[in-house]
């Protein structure tokens, strides 16, 4: 089993910006694949970022890609989502994911592991 477990959301203004933290535990962090998605109310899940085991290989939802950066440290067993440039559509609730097997997948159901997600709300 892996435990994620999400911080750093919260409420900031429009144009602002915010870092997320996923904290990893119970596997060997640098043998998952890690992701964020978010789902703003009524709507959807939708994929937001995903990184590789190494860092190497980086995938990013069109609608946030050049304000959002997903990195992770190994040694940390920590994900990040730094994102800038928010826009009140980008008020949702966060989630940490994880995957056992190494392609970067953006569907929901590609992913094995889950945080309890962190709300982040951007006021225009």
């Known amino acids: 089993q892996v435990q994620l477990v999400e911080s750093g959301g919260g409420l900031v203004q429009a144009g602002g910006s915010l870092r997320l933290s996923c904290a990893a535990s119970g596997r060997t962090f640098s043998m998952l694949t890690m992701g964020w998605f978010r789902q703003a109310p009524g709507k959807e899940r939708e994929f937001v970022a995903a990184i590789s085991r190494g860092g190497t290989y980086i995938d990013y939802a069109e609608i946030i890609k050049g304000r959002f950066t997903i990195s992770r440290d190994n040694a940390k067993n920590t994900v990040y989502l730094q994102m800038n440039g928010l826009q009140p559509e980008d008020t949702a609730v966060y989630y940490c994911?994880?995957?056992?097997?190494?392609?970067?997948?953006?569907?929901?159901?590609?992913?094995?592991?889950w945080g309890q997600g962190t709300q982040v709300t951007v006021s225009s």
């Open positions: 994911v994880a995957r056992q097997r190494p392609a970067l997948q953006s569907s929901p159901t590609d992913y094995d592991y």
